[in-house]
């Protein structure tokens, strides 16, 4: 029995020994501890055993139960670790790959340029209005010094909801409401989104953004309207951009003038950027109209002022020399990335 016993033990060791995996060592598990395996049947043939020798007999068979227990438990535990490590190992996580992109898009020119035109005034001690991109013909038109009929009506065409509800066709009823409220004196931007009923094209689109600027004050003079816009353009586009001021018209404005610049790209010299002109458009501007100021309930003789309009999108192209503008509403941010 003794012997039996012991080679029993050998042979569990030796096959737990062998095992590759866990599966295999419960197998050898199963054959010596299981119901039927060979320690259960030793302990079956008890019976068989004189009673005398059954005390000694059932330690030998505890004692090897106790060993081959603990060598499966020392097996398993080492086939763990190694599996753990394996695992480790294959799903290790390489810190120098590249990182997938987290995308969230890009700032718009025209937001980066809004950006750039607001610092530049609000540094000039302007405030920032909006107003409604819904608006009343008469603040449109009419407050404007562009009452029925008034051939500047035609070339702003605009989206009508109503007889007296327009889309605005430009930021300057803007103007109108802050007059209309009778703070003075008033020094303030009004950017925002504007409609044409023009056709889509390099240099047209139905809806686009202008920023109107509003100065009204005692003593304003046109002196005033070109150092302020002399001063923008400097910081817009460089310390060393002149303007020009050329005569136009305007209803809501007398005298009335188009400012160039001179081309950032030449100096002035003349390139394929400017067509050669050395110069570039880039608003209209004009002391404010006295009927305009009367209109919304200031005294045209205690106070005057200049009002002026951007293109934002003009900006935006001139700035970051794009050169389609439909380019600026199709949102790739491929395109949107590069600025
Ligand atoms: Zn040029």
Redesign the pocket.
């Given at each position: 029995m003794e012997e039996k016993l012991k080679k029993i033990r050998e042979e569990a060791i030796a096959a737990m020994e062998a095992a590759e995996d866990l599966a295999q060592l419960n197998d050898v598990r199963v054959a010596y501890l299981g119901k039927k395996g060979e320690l259960t049947a030793v302990l079956k043939g008890m019976k068989d055993v004189e009673p005398k020798d059954r005390p000694a007999v059932g330690q030998l068979v505890n004692e090897t139960r106790t060993a081959i227990e603990e060598k499966l438990e020392e097996t398993k535990k080492g086939m763990e670790a190694k599996a753990l490590e394996k695992r480790l190992k294959e799903e290790v996580i390489d810190v120098t790959l590249p990182a997938r992109k987290n995308r969230v898009g890009h700032a718009h020119p025209n937001s980066i340029a809004l950006d750039e035109v607001e610092r530049i005034f609000v540094g000039m001690g302007y405030e920032v209005i909006e107003g409604p991109e819904v608006e009343y013909d008469y603040y449109n038109f009419e407050a404007l010094n562009i009452p029925e009929n008034h051939p500047a009506k035609d070339e702003q065409d605009t989206f009508y909801i109503n007889q007296n509800i327009v889309l605005r066709t430009q930021t300057s009823p803007v103007q109108v409401r802050v007059m209309e409220q009778g703070k003075l004196p008033i020094r303030m931007i009004a950017p925002g989104r504007v409609f044409r009923s023009d056709e889509v094209d390099a240099t047209h689109s139905p809806s686009f953004h202008q920023i109107e600027g509003l100065v009204i004050d005692k003593n304003i003079t046109f002196a005033d309207l070109k150092g302020t816009l002399e001063e923008f353009a400097k910081q817009l586009f460089g310390a060393e951009t002149k303007v020009k001021f050329r005569p136009h018209h305007f209803p809501f404005t007398e005298p009335s003038a188009e400012v160039d610049v001179t081309?950032f790209?030449?100096g002035g010299k003349?390139?394929r950027?400017?067509k050669g002109e050395?110069w570039i458009e880039i608003l209209g501007c004009g002391m404010v109209h006295p009927h305009v100021l009367e209109m919304s309930g200031i005294d045209p003789k205690e106070y005057t002022g200049f009002a002026f309009g951007v293109g934002l999108e003009r900006i935006a192209l001139l700035k970051y020399e794009i050169d389609d503008m439909r380019l600026l509403y199709e949102n790739d941010d491929r395109f949107l990335k590069q600025f």
């Open positions: 081309c790209k030449c003349g390139c950027f400017c050395g």
